[in-house]
């Protein structure tokens, strides 16, 4: 090289980076990133503020209690990615927003009253929100509305074995029912496409009916929590009692708090008398009631107190029963026929004997 360009090329020679160079790039570029993030959550926060007081004005003018607010600000909190400004003013927004816990509460209502609680908390919000969400389907000699929140009991074949398993209605369309996908043991069960299915459901007040549908899509991992039946046109009207009534023999002992038209000696037990255990017979037993036999001298509206074991797996205690009626047997004077009605059961108490009533139901129309 010419020497006459040493001299030049010195003067196009990028200058050396030290350490303390390096580090004040560094603490430029993170205090950049750092200034970005507060700009964000300033924002984020302030949206979101924006968004709640939309929330507490329109919830104000809408007439919801503090405690319907308080679940939407709640949810809204849980699920920053959605618009807290939609919520009370779209049904798609609002089911956006408690699509995720409402899964998540039907996996565990059957076992957690609390989760049911919710469940219906949210169910009776929507409801005042936009109004009664339920839809028609069936031929007009059988139409049916299916609201969400109606609970159904399926029966279908899984794995060559006999299934039956209760779910809730999740959203109806044109194209499909959609409803929980039942689970076994905390694993959703993975049903496959066109697999037939029998759907039984009480309507309260009305009656219960029945339809066989099928799976429409098969429950793959990623969608598992929920299960796509197709729409039936033949609804079958089962029962117009208020509740089905099943037929058994189940023995029990109950304990009596008589009735009596002087309020100081109604239902009175006194201490130093000893509590007499009577015995009955029962003839049919429904969610609300049931009725029974005995030799036990009865009056209406007295109040029993009595356990009954429905099976080796179902036992409900200390239940509360209210005599409505009593009646003489002809053939037999000494006994009785008593119509009592449950006092103090519990909806998961209530919801084992309507599964076990239907799941007999079910036994009977295939032997038929």
Partial sequence: MDESFKEVLKNFQLPQRGMEDVKAVMLIVLSLVVL???????????????????IRKSAL??????????????????????????VLN??????????????????????DPSARY????????????????????????????????????LKFDYHGKSTTATTIVLD??????????????????????????????YRVGDAEYQFNTSVIRSTEPGTQPFLLLAHDLNI???QTREFY??????????????????????????EEEKVEEYQGQIHNISAGGMMFTTEAKLDKNDILVFSLQLSPEMTMADLLGKVLNISSLPEREEKFLVH???????????????????????????EQ
Avoid: C
């Fill in 36 to 54: 970005v993030m507060v700009i964000y959550l300033i924002h984020s926060a302030a949206f979101r503020k924006k968004g709640r007081k939309v």
């Fill in 61 to 86: 003018t809408r007439g919801l209690t503090q405690q319907e607010l308080l679940i939407i600000l709640k949810a809204v909190d849980a699920r920053p990615r959605i618009d807290p400004m939609k």
């Fill in 90 to 111: 779209s049904l798609r927004e609002f089911q956006r927003l408690f699509g995720p816990l409402m899964h998540d509460l039907v996996e565990r209502m059957e076992t």
């Fill in 118 to 153: 919710q469940l219906n908390q949210i169910f009776a919000l929507r409801k005042k929100l936009f109004g009664e969400v339920a839809y028609h389907f069936g031929p007009l000699s059988t139409t049916l509305q299916l609201p969400i929140g109606q609970r159904l009991t």
């Fill in 172 to 201: 109806v369309d044109s194209a499909a029912i959609t409803v929980a996908n039942p689970s076994r043991e905390g694993q959703h069960l993975r049903l496959a496409r066109d697999l037939p299915v029998n759907v039984l459901l």
């Fill in 236 to 238: 079958q009207r089962i």
């Fill in 245 to 270: 009534r099943l037929s058994t023999r189940i023995s029990f002992n109950f304990r009596r708090f008589a009735w009596d038209s002087q309020l100081d000696n109604r239902y009175l037990q006194k």
């Fill in 340 to 366: 009592l009605r449950f006092v103090n059961i519990r909806g998961k108490e209530q919801d084992q004997i309507i599964r076990m009533i239907l799941q007999k139901k079910i036994q009977d129309t295939e």
